[in-house]
T-cell receptor, first 115, second 114 residues
Framework: GNSVTQMEGPVTLSEEAFLTINCTYT??????LFWYVQYPGEGLQLLLK?????DKGSNKGFEATYRKETTSFHLEKGSVQVSDSAVYFC??????????????FGTGTRLTIIP | DGGITQSPKYLFRKEGQNVTLSCEQN?????MYWYRQDPGQGLRLIYY???????QKGDIAEGYSVSREKKESFPLTVTSAQKNPTAFYLC?????????????FGEGSRLTVL
């Protein structure tokens, strides 16, 4: 079955540091890949996505590239801010069930940015 | 503003009691989902529904029940058969067949069993 593995947290960085959160996946077929973000006390929001190999998703300074050869979708940001403190989830789609949007999520990585 | 509304935000339950969590959406989405979030385990799918009057079990459906009588509503009942119900529950929706993979989430309901 499908699975997503992301680096365990928590991750603590100083403001303006470079961020990488690793994500690898196992899937049949050609899934789409996503990063969702959960701010404290809220539900999840889509941060970025990539639908095919070599696509790069980007939003709010975050980027991730769909690497089929390494089955990875690592999240990066060049200079983090305190407001980026949140839990980040890597996910993949399973469209085998009549196009239903069943997503498989990783366990989440808690990121804390220190001023 | 369109969105998903979950209620209540916090709920306490005694052991042996059933409890129903509400989820309403005004996004005109066909598909709706319930996920459970536990620390260190990410999100796990409980039930999902692609259309009114139809729903499917997810990965951890035991001890839960749902109904989908209206397009806008997808309530989740946590029954007394659920062995470890204390968790954060998230409802989501999407346009069925859109193939975008984008889910829209509510703010969640935190259930604590005393």
């Amino acid at each position: 079955g499908n699975s997503v593995t992301q680096m365990e947290g928590p991750v603590t960085l100083s403001e303006e540091a470079f961020l990488t959160i690793n994500c690898t996946y196992t899937a049949t077929g050609y899934p789409s890949l996503f990063w969702y973000v959960q701010y404290p006390g809220e539900g999840l929001q889509l941060l970025l996505k990539a639908t095919k190999a070599d696509d790069k998703g980007s939003n709010k300074g975050f980027e991730a590239t769909y690497r089929k050869e390494t089955t990875s979708f690592h999240l990066e940001k060049g200079s983090v801010q305190v407001s980026d403190s949140a839990v980040y989830f890597c996910a993949l789609s399973d469209l085998s069930n009549f196009g239903n949007e069943k997503l498989t999520f990783g366990t989440g990585t808690r990121l804390t940015i220190i001023p | 503003d369109g969105g998903i509304t979950q209620s209540p935000k916090y709920l306490f339950r005694k052991e042996g009691q059933n409890v129903t969590l509400s989820c309403e959406q005004n996004l005109n989405h066909d598909a709706m989902y319930w996920y459970r979030q536990d620390p260190g385990q990410g999100l796990r799918l409980i039930y999902y529904s692609q259309i009114v009057n139809d729903f499917q079990k997810g990965d951890i459906a035991e001890g839960y029940s749902v109904s989908r009588e209206k397009k806008e509503s997808f309530p989740l009942t946590v029954t007394s058969a659920q062995k470890n119900p204390t968790a954060f529950y998230l409802c989501a929706s999407s346009r069925s067949g859109s193939n975008t993979g984008e889910l829209f989430f509510g703010e969640g309901s935190r259930l604590t069993v005393l």
